[in-house]
C-alpha cells in the first residue's frame, strides 16, 4: 500500500481514551508490545478502508479519500465498530460486529451452527440465533425413536463453545437466543436465565407477534405451534406469558423483547429470506448468515455556536456510508455463506453517539417533548441523507445486488447501493475512544469516583459539566466529590436549577421518558435501535409493564430494561450514601481501602462435612457487614488444614477490602477434589466448595443477605477495574477501563 501524507491532527483523546486503546485496540507485538500510536491506527484504519476504491477503479488515487477518512475519524466526529478499528490493514481483516447464523432442526444442522460460531468468535464477531427451528423437548425423533431434548439444551452447548474460546485478548463472544412465543418451550425459555449461573454468554428475547399481542390486550388464549411439523400443540393464555416476561425481566433485566412482524416488515429483502433474530444487543435484524458493519456519529462534535451544524453533519453522513460501504467491499468474512449473503445485501448500520452532548450543548433538557422533536429532526435527516448518498453510490457502484425483488424495487425509484442504511447501536468503547455520551442515552452520571491506589481517590466530571460550573463560578473539588457520591444532581441545591434540569442523568428520568426516545429515533431508523430502560430498584413490576406495553404502542422494535441491583455480579446503586441499602441487595457494596478491626466481632460458625473430616466456618461480621472468615479442621495438621487457612484468611482480606460475597462464593464454588462429600445437594466437592456453600448458608440464615449500613463506591463494580457499570444500548459498560459485556 502506498505510503500517504496526512494532515498533522493530534486526536483529542483522553487518559480513559487511551487506556482503552492500548488495552484492546492498538497494534502489538508477540510479547505483547505496542507497536502503534492511536495516530498511526488511525492512519492504518483509514488507509485500509481506502483501498476499496481499486475495486471499483483500479487507476483510482486513493489518497485524497484516505486523508477524508482520516481526519473525520482522527477527529473524533466518526467512528466504525470496534473489529474494523482493531482489525482494519492487519491480518485477521475481519472488520464486521455482528452475524445471525441458522439453528436447524437435526444434529448436523446444529452442531455445524456450533462450528460456525466458534469461527465467528474467533474472528472476534457476536452471533445471533433463533432457536425457533428446534422442535421442543420431550417431542419425537424419528430417525432413532427416541425423544428430543428441546432448545434450551442445545442453547447451553453453544454457551459452553463461547466460554472456551478466547478471542485473542480484545473481543469476548457473546450471544443473542430468541425464541418464538409460539414455541411449544416458550416458558421455560423465559425463565432458563432464572439461575444466574446458567447462559452466561447469551442475552435472551422473546420474539413476539402481532397474533400475540392482540390476544395480550384481549386477554385471549393463542396457539403453540410445534416447528417440527407446524400442527398446534397447545395453547397459553397470552396475558399470563406476557406478565411471567416482564416479572422475570423485572428479577433480572432478562428476557428483553423483538417484535419479530414489526421487523419483517421493514425487511428490505423478504424475496430473499425471513428474519428471525437480531445480533447480541438487538439492534440488527439480519437475515440467517448475513453480517452487518456499523459505525455512529458523534453527535457532540456536530454543533457549533450553540447550533446544529446541519452542513458538517451533511457532509459527514455522506463521507460515513462512504466508508462503511468500502468496509462492505474488503472485509475478510468468516465463512463463504456470510460473504455471499453480506455482499448480495451489503447491508450498513449508520448510527449515532454523543446524543446527550449535544442536548447539553444546545440547553435543552434530555426529558422534554424539545428534545423528543429534535430527535426526530436530527435522525431524520441522518436517514434521508444517508439513503441519498447510498443512491449515489448506486450510480458509480451498482444497486446492491439483491436489488430486484426488494422493496426499493419500485417503478421510478432510484436505485440504491445497501439494503438498509440506518441503526443505532450501544457505542460502549467506542463512545469512551471518542470521549461521548453513548449511543442515543442520557449520561449515566455527572461525576464518577475511581479508585486508583489504595486510599487514592480520583473524581472524574464530564467535561461539558466542568466547564459550565466554573464559568458559572460553583466549581469545587467538593461539589464533585459529592456529586459523584449521590449519583444526581437533582437535590443538591450549590447547582442552580437549570443547571439541574440539563444534566439530569439515566435514574433521574422516568421510564415513559426513554421509551419515548427510542421511539423518536426508531421512527427514522432502517434497523433497531439499541437502548436500555433504566429502572430504580425500587420499580414494581407495573412500571416494567407499562414500558413494555409503551414499547409496542409506540412502534418500538424491542425493549431491553435494567432495574438497578437486579444482578448479583453487576451493581448499579445511586441513592445517596447516607440512605440505607435496599434489603434486597445489600451485600454487594464496595469500600475503599482496607477496614480496621474492631476488639469485638459477631459471628457464626457453620459445620460442613468434607472428604477429610468436618470442617468448621467461622463468619464473622462487623457495623458494615461481612468481615472476616476463620476455618478449623476436625483434625488439626495436614495440607487440608493448612490450604483452608489460607482461603480463610484470603476471604477475609477480600472482604475488609471491598469485595462481594457473591464474587468470593463464585471463586471457590465448584472446586472440586480427590475425596468429595455426600450426594445431589449436600455434595461438597472440596474444602474450597464447603466454603463457599458455608458462606451461602450464612448469606440465606440472614434472610438471604448480609445487611450493610455504608458504602463508598455507589455505582457499581466493574470485574475489571472496580469501576462503575452502565446498562446501556442492551449492554454493559465500564467507561474508565473499557469493560464490555458485549465486547
Known amino acids: 500500500m502506498e505510503k500517504k501524507s496526512y494532515s498533522p491532527i493530534v486526536p483529542a483523546l483522553t487518559k480513559n481514551a487511551i487506556t482503552v486503546l492500548e488495552r484492546r485496540y492498538l497494534k502489538r507485538d508477540k510479547e505483547g508490545k505496542i507497536l502503534e500510536t492511536p495516530v498511526q491506527m488511525f492512519h492504518r484504519v483509514a488507509d485500509t478502508i481506502a483501498s476499496a476504491e481499486k475495486k471499483f477503479n483500479e487507476q483510482a488515487d486513493t489518497s485524497v479519500i484516505a486523508e477524508e477518512f482520516f481526519r473525520m475519524i482522527s477527529q473524533l466526529e466518526f467512528l466504525p465498530n470496534s473489529p474494523t478499528l482493531m ?8 472488520l464486521s460486529a455482528c452475524f445471525v447464523l441458522p439453528v436447524g432442526d437435526s444434529m448436523e444442522e446444529i452442531f455445524d451452527a456450533v462450528k460456525f460460531t466458534a469461527l465467528i468468535h474467533k474472528s472476534g464477531g457476536g452471533t445471533g440465533f433463533s432457536f425457533s427451528r428446534l422442535r421442543p423437548a420431550n417431542d419425537v425423533v424419528l430417525t432413532t425413536k427416541g425423544i428430543s431434548s428441546g432448545p434450551i439444551s442445545f442453547m447451553r452447548v453453544f454457551d459452553v463453545a463461547t466460554e472456551t474460546i478466547k478471542q485473542g485478548g480484545t473481543r469476548r463472544g457473546a450471544n443473542m437466543g430468541i425464541l418464538r412465543v409460539d414455541h411449544p ?36 388464549n393463542y396457539d403453540l405451534i410445534n416447528p417440527r411439523d407446524g400442527q398446534i400443540s397447545g395453547t397459553l393464555n397470552a396475558r399470563k406469558v406476557f406478565n411471567r416476561i416482564i416479572t422475570q425481566a423485572w428479577e433480572n433485566g432478562e428476557p428483553g423483547i423483538v417484535f419479530l412482524d414489526r421487523l419483517n416488515r421493514d425487511n428490505p429483502t ?21 453480517s452487518c458493519n456499523l459505525g455512529s456519529i458523534n453527535l457532540g462534535k456536530m454543533v457549533q455556536n450553540g447550533q446544529v451544524d446541519w452542513k458538517r453533519l451533511k457532509e459527514v453522513v455522506h463521507l460515513c456510508v462512504h466508508f462503511l460501504d468500502n468496509v462492505v467491499e474488503i472485509n475478510n468474512y468468516p465463512l463463504p455463506q456470510i460473504a455471499a449473503m453480506t455482499m448480495g445485501n451489503r447491508k450498513i448500520g449508520l448510527g449515532v453517539m454523543g446524543w446527550a452532548d449535544m442536548l447539553i450543548q444546545l440547553g435543552i433538557p434530555y426529558d422534554t417533548e424539545e428534545a423528543v422533536e429534535l430527535a426526530c429532526k436530527v435522525m ?52 469512551i475512544i471518542a470521549n461521548a455520551s453513548s449511543g442515543v442515552e442520557p449520561l449515566f452520571a455527572v461525576s464518577y469516583v475511581r479508585q486508583v491506589m489504595d486510599n487514592d481517590i480520583l473524581v472524574e466530571v464530564h467535561p461539558l459539566f466542568e466547564a459550565i460550573a466554573k464559568e458559572r463560578g460553583f466549581y469545587s473539588p467538593e461539589l464533585m466529590q459529592k456529586i459523584a457520591e449521590h449519583g444526581t444532581l437533582r437535590d443538591i441545591q450549590e447547582i442552580p436549577q437549570d443547571i439541574r434540569n440539563l444534566f439530569v442523568t439515566a435514574h433521574d428520568i422516568t421510564p415513559d421518558v426513554h421509551i419515548r426516545m427510542q421511539a423518536a429515533f426508531q421512527k427514522h431508523t432502517d434497523n433497531a435501535v439499541s437502548k436500555t430502560v433504566n429502572f430504580a430498584n425500587g420499580a414494581t413490576v407495573q412500571d416494567v409493564a407499562r414500558v413494555y406495553e409503551l414499547a409496542y404502542k409506540l412502534d418500538c422494535k424491542g425493549v431491553t430494561i435494567y432495574r438497578d441491583g437486579s444482578r448479583d455480579q453487576q451493581v448499579l446503586s445511586v441513592a445517596k450514601k447516607e440512605q440505607p441499602v435496599a434489603a434486597a441487595a445489600p451485600d454487594k457494596d464496595t469500600s475503599t481501602g482496607k477496614r480496621e478491626r474492631p476488639k469485638v466481632l459477631k459471628g457464626w460458625t457453620y459445620q460442613m462435612q468434607t472428604g477429610c473430616g468436618p470442617l468448621y466456618v467461622t463468619v464473622n461480621e462487623d457495623s458494615t457487614g461481612l468481615f472476616e472468615l476463620f476455618t478449623t479442621m476436625g483434625k488439626a495438621g495436614g495440607c487440608a488444614a493448612s490450604q483452608s487457612e489460607a482461603i480463610g484468611r484470603m476471604v477475609s482480606l477480600a472482604w475488609r477490602s471491598g469485595l462481594q460475597a457473591r464474587q468470593v462464593i463464585k471463586q471457590l464454588q465448584g472446586i472440586s477434589c480427590h475425596s468429595p462429600s455426600g450426594f445431589g445437594e449436600n455434595k461438597v466437592l472440596s474444602c474450597a466448595d464447603a466454603v463457599a456453600k458455608a458462606i451461602q448458608a450464612h448469606l440465606s440464615a440472614n434472610g438471604g443477605k448480609v445487611q450493610h449500613t455504608k458504602r463508598v463506591f455507589l455505582k457499581g463494580a466493574c470485574p475489571d477495574c472496580g469501576g462503575i457499570v452502565e446498562h446501556e444500548g442492551g449492554c454493559a459498560v465500564c467507561r474508565l477501563c473499557g469493560y464490555s459485556e458485549c465486547a
Request: proline share 6%; hydrophobic share 35%.
Open 87 to 94: 482489525n482494519a490493514g492487519r491480518e485477521l481483516g475481519q
Open 270 to 290: 423478504p424475496h430473499i429470506g425471513a428474519i428471525e433474530s437480531t445480533n447480541p444487543c438487538g439492534e440488527q435484524p439480519l437475515l440467517p448468515y448475513e
Open 380 to 431: 431524520s435527516f441522518i436517514n434521508d441523507e444517508g439513503h441519498s448518498a447510498s443512491q449515489a453510490l448506486a450510480k458509480t457502484r451498482g444497486a446492491f445486488p439483491n436489488f430486484k425483488g426488494s422493496l426499493y424495487d419500485k417503478k421510478g425509484a432510484p436505485a440504491i447501493r445497501n439494503a438498509t442504511v440506518t441503526t443505532i447501536a450501544p457505542t460502549g468503547t467506542i463512545s
Open 185 to 220: 418451550d416458550i416458558m421455560d425459555f423465559i425463565m432458563c436465565k432464572a439461575d444466574k449461573k446458567q447462559l452466561n454468554n447469551f442475552n435472551i428475547s422473546v420474539g413476539l407477534t402481532e397474533a400475540f399481542m392482540q390476544a395480550v390486550e384481549k386477554d385471549e
